[in-house]
């Protein structure tokens, strides 16, 4: 009897705390379909219901808030930068990981101290430089900012590479394989779970980031915005009255292709996540 | 380091040894770089490199020079403009850029560089053929050479291009901006209309320095203190979290593992700048949450236990130093637990079974099997990336900016320096630079959390990459 009781409590504080966790998303979710436009600071369910800022999310774009814009600048952005950082990740680990060659742990030792720059503070001198350019308020800029160090994102997966058993490598030179039908044939085709967790966080990290686009993007014009800036501009003082709900609304779309992405590739993704962490 | 200039100095003594014995093609390409394939019949090669080194001879020449000539001064002619009376329009002066001298100075100084470097390998390289021909061996073709990038050389062919993003995107602007910490660009400086000139270690010492004009020692001393406890507790916190909940969801007694899980991972779903908008708003002075506690009586529990003074009208969760430290910590626990909880579960289920079995054997209770023996597990494995993400949280842009990005501050020497008491040193160096133009500064600040960081990474530096530790699993 005493188990039984045991059982229910901690299902119990499994519960509140899941409940704890869920409260903001809920929140934002039920906002999404409030009449009123602003934030409502007495009730957390809308007194009214409407799904009027759907519509006006998808269909309505404005001076201030143009969604649909924002999305497809974010999706490009995100799927271009994916494309390139992917394969220069996966480039780089593998050089690291497979092939012996003059300088490598000094190359290594090197990009580990490059790593420890504040981001931010190369990106200042890249708004500088890309602006000479002329390539500030573009989706080029972001896509060549977003992708061109990623190089330097390889520890993760060079963990993975290095558990591929070195007899492998070994018996496919043996049968007179080069060193680049290895990396095509045998290597990327066993690694998959993980290239897929690198293909995924590369495409996450320029979809949601804020910092370099909050840097990079100078433009008044909505329609230059990616979705994380058009939103974070919906809630200065001037503007949150009038478009909370809609705030709410992006929020939740942004949330989609990301959802969509977790589910299909769920399994790869949390080895992924547990894979790297093991490899510490 | 000293490993470095040995090799250099064997670099260069190499060179004088090719040049002293090589023949006289090599010596003819001290001038024209390809002469020694030419010499050997390797045309393609040798074609090749005479362009290439025409090609950086012309760039250095043609559009470094200028620029590198007045890197010592960053530019002497300020842009000045001048009304024509006779064409009726504006003419402007052939003024100096300062941002232009030091970028175009500093990619000039890298070419040469590299020029060198590629002038010796070069040298050595022909005077290598020459050995090898006068021993009669194999010459690589041009066809061989390009094969050898798909085998041996299938390294160069694979980093080439991540080499040159990392240098265009990471190095340049790096050397870059240290150098703007040794000069005067802050909004009163701002090229082209004026020029920014080198003043020395002045930044680094006013970043130490409290006196009635500078307030950056004061607040600098603030904001380092709260980084640093910002991050070990935000670390500690989501770790020690993470694995408490991980393991709570996999007791044995616990059903629907999976559905308790999703429900934790659906938040990380969100993407943070959503997420932490939404709380900002939720915990605003005039926020639901502050709706909540007036219900419940919490606002006057703290009047009565004097947290808040009595005419208070809502209780300032990031509003407030203090109030915001403790809110950012919590909102961090609530943010950072679930993605902890999906690392420590992967790691949980490796956890040899048999050690717990004969502890529970042994006749110990949960706590000790927790902190005996799942405890050293986990910390062994996480050990190292636990410092990397004391690191990552010095520099957690998101969580802070996003959540305080109201806050106003009442410390007037706070607000001198543009700093706010919830600021990070990144935060703080963000908005020195996006909101007022004070480049200086946020260099000299951001080559400090370098160093911080730095130093942190030494500690586990070599069990990352430089001990044996790497290839255990081959």
């Known amino acids: ?280 | 380091m000293g490993n470095l200039l040995k090799k250099i100095g064997n670099s260069f003594k190499d060179f004088g040894h090719a040049v002293a014995y090589g023949d006289i093609w090599v010596k003819l390409s001290l001038v024209i770089m390809g002469a020694g394939y030419f010499g050997r019949k390797q045309f393609v090669r040798g074609i090749l490199m005479t362009l290439l080194e025409g090609g950086i001879l012309a760039s250095i020449f043609g559009v470094f020079a200028p620029y590198m000539a007045k890197l010592n001064t960053l530019g002497t002619v300020q842009r000045e403009e001048v009304f024509d009376i006779v064409t009726m329009k504006k003419t402007v002066n052939n003024y100096d850029n300062s941002l232009l001298i030091l970028l175009y100075g500093i990619i000039g100084v890298l070419v040469i560089l590299a020029f060198i470097a590629l002038y010796i390998s070069n040298i050595k390289a022909v005077y290598r053929i020459q050995k090898m021909k006068e021993e009669g061996e194999h010459i690589n073709t041009f066809l061989d050479d390009v094969a050898s990038f798909k085998n041996e050389r299938f390294h160069i062919t694979l980093l080439t291009l991540p080499s040159i993003g990392v240098i265009l995107i990471n190095i340049i602007p790096i050397l870059f901006m240290v150098c703007i910490a040794f000069t005067n660009y802050d909004e009163n400086h701002q090229p082209p209309t004026y020029l920014f000139t080198w003043v020395g270690i002045k930044n680094f010492v006013n970043l130490f320095t409290t006196s009635q004009t500078i307030t950056f020692g004061y607040a600098f001393v603030r904001v380092l203190a709260w980084t640093l406890i910002w991050a070990v507790l935000a670390t500690a916190t989501t770790f020690l979290g993470g694995i408490l909940l991980a393991q709570f969801i996999n007791h044995e007694h616990t059903y629907f593992k999976g559905m308790w899980r999703t429900l934790f991972v659906i938040t990380i779903g969100i993407p943070q700048f959503v997420t932490l908008l939404l709380i900002s708003k939720m915990f605003g002075d005039y926020g639901i949450v502050n709706t909540w506690c007036a219900n419940i009586g919490l606002l006057d529990f703290f009047k009565n236990i004097g947290l808040l003074g009595q005419g208070a009208q809502c209780i300032p969760f990031l509003s407030q130093p203090g109030w915001a430290h403790v809110t950012i910590i919590l909102v961090n626990i609530w943010v950072g637990i679930p993605y902890q909880m999906l690392v420590a579960t992967g790691i949980l289920m490796n956890i040899p079974s048999d050690q717990i079995e004969s502890a529970k054997i042994d006749g110990a209770n949960k706590f000790q099997i927790f902190w005996k023996i799942t405890m050293p597990y986990v910390m062994f494995i996480t050990g190292p990336s636990l410092i990397q993400s004391v690191i990552g949280n010095i520099n957690n842009f998101n969580v802070i900016y996003l959540l305080t990005y109201n806050y106003t501050t009442t410390n007037m020497a706070m607000a001198n320096s543009n700093a706010k008491e919830v600021d990070l040193l990144i935060t703080w160096l963000f908005r020195l630079t996006n909101e007022y133009s004070n480049f200086k500064m946020a260099s000299v600040i951001g080559i400090v959390t370098f160093i911080i960081c730095a130093a942190l990474s030494l500690l586990t530096f070599s069990r990352m990459i430089g001990g044996d530790k790497e290839g255990v699993y081959r």
């Open chain 1, 1 to 280: 009897m005493k188990k039984t009781w045991k059982i229910v409590v901690r299902h119990l504080v499994l519960a509140f705390l899941a409940f704890v966790w869920l409260i903001p998303i809920f929140w934002l979710i039920v906002t999404t379909f409030s009449v009123q436009k602003g934030i409502n600071t007495n009730h957390f369910f809308p007194e009214q219901w409407t799904l009027a800022n759907y519509h006006q999310l998808f269909f309505e774009p404005d001076a201030a808030a143009n969604f649909p814009a924002w999305f497809k600048n974010s999706m490009i952005i995100g799927t271009f930068s994916c494309l390139v950082s992917s394969i220069f990740v996966i480039m780089t680990a593998y050089a690291f990981s497979f092939i012996d060659f003059k300088g490598r742990k000094q190359l290594m030792s090197f990009s580990l101290i490059l790593g420890m720059f504040p981001g931010v503070l190369s990106m200042i001198a890249m708004y500088f430089i890309l602006k000479m350019i002329g390539l500030t308020d573009s989706v080029v800029g972001l896509i060549i900012l977003y992708s061109g160090a990623s190089g330097l994102g390889y520890l993760i997966l060079k963990g993975f590479f290095d558990t591929v058993p070195t007899s492998l490598h070994e018996a496919a030179k043996l049968e007179g394989a080069s060193e680049a039908t290895i990396f095509a044939k045998i290597v990327v085709p066993l690694s998959k779970p993980m290239i897929v967790y690198t293909v995924i966080n590369s495409f996450l990290n320029p979809w949601m980031d804020f910092v370099m686009v909050r840097l990079m993007i100078k433009s008044k014009d909505a329609s230059d915005w990616t979705m994380a800036l058009g939103l974070f501009n919906l809630l200065q003082r001037a503007l949150v009255n009038q478009y909370f709900a809609y705030f709410c609304c992006g929020g939740l779309m942004i949330a989609v292709p990301i959802s969509i992405l977790f589910i299909v590739m769920q399994k790869f993704y949390v080895e992924g996540v547990t894979g790297g962490a093991v490899k510490g």
